[in-house]
């Protein structure tokens, strides 16, 4: 299947600190790359919609000053946290649907996120 | 409201079969999808059923009702790696999916 790359897996920074995510897509094409939080033992939850060439579609409640989604190519979409706090830390994952993938709209996960910010 | 309800925790013996729920509430419905997602990682896909049956897989198979709102993932002769959550999701009418909190699977020897 297809195959998507999150970078990095682990990060731990500084409190006040921006931190940056990446989200490839590695042989396929993403117009459209998704964002997703979670915290331990609940469910995932769509921070936002990353697509190519334009803003991304952010979800109710999730600042977008805070979180800055780019989706410069077709292939990256990134992630940056902006002046993080401690309550910014959880599991950070992306997301993209192959095109060639079929009418199934399977979406290829990256291997996650980590942020501690102390 | 849109909601996905499933178990939060089953424990199931290696080699039986265990069979997972999921109730779900969408405005609309385009499709309900299975993923196991282990400790620490990234959901994997399983399954995605859109009419209604069962779909089978090798030792997963996914059964959907969609006049009940109603799904189950089945797994066979039980593995220990087979241990993960397992996340149901049903996609709306806006091509949205609606995660589940997921179903924790322990398998014990």
């Known amino acids: 299947g297809a195959v998507v790359s999150q970078h990095p897996s682990w990060v731990i920074c500084k409190s006040g600190t921006s931190v940056k995510i990446e989200c490839r897509s590695l042989?396929?094409?993403?117009?459209?790359m998704f964002w997703y939080r979670q915290f331990p033992k609940q469910s995932l939850m769509l921070m936002a919609t990353?697509?190519?060439?334009?803003?991304?579609?952010?979800e109710q409640g999730v600042e977008k000053d805070k979180f800055l989604i780019n989706h410069a190519s077709l292939t990256l979409s990134t992630l940056t946290v902006t002046s993080a706090h401690p309550e910014d830390s959880s599991f950070y994952i992306c997301?993209?649907?192959?095109?060639?993938?079929?009418?199934?709209?399977?979406?290829?996960f990256g291997e996650g996120s980590r942020l501690t910010v102390l | 409201g849109q909601n996905i309800d499933q178990p939060t925790e089953m424990t199931a013996t290696e080699g039986a079969i265990v069979q997972i729920n999921c109730t779900y509430q969408?405005?609309?419905?385009?499709?309900l999808f299975w993923y196991q997602q282990h400790a620490g990682e990234a959901p994997t896909f399983l399954s995605y059923?859109?009419l209604d049956g069962l779909e089978e897989k090798g030792r997963f198979s996914s059964f959907l009702s969609r006049s009940k709102g109603y799904s189950y993932l089945l797994l066979k002769e039980l593995q220990m790696k087979d241990s993960a959550s397992y996340l149901c999701a049903a996609r709306d009418s806006n091509y949205q999916l609606i995660w589940g909190a997921g179903t924790k699977l322990i398998i014990k020897p």
């Open positions: 990353s697509n190519e060439g334009s803003k991304a579609t952010y």
């Open positions: 059923n859109v």
């Open positions: 042989d396929f094409q993403a117009t459209t």
């Open positions: 969408t405005s609309g419905f385009n499709g």
């Open positions: 997301s993209a649907r192959d095109p060639a993938a079929g009418d199934t709209g399977e979406l290829f």
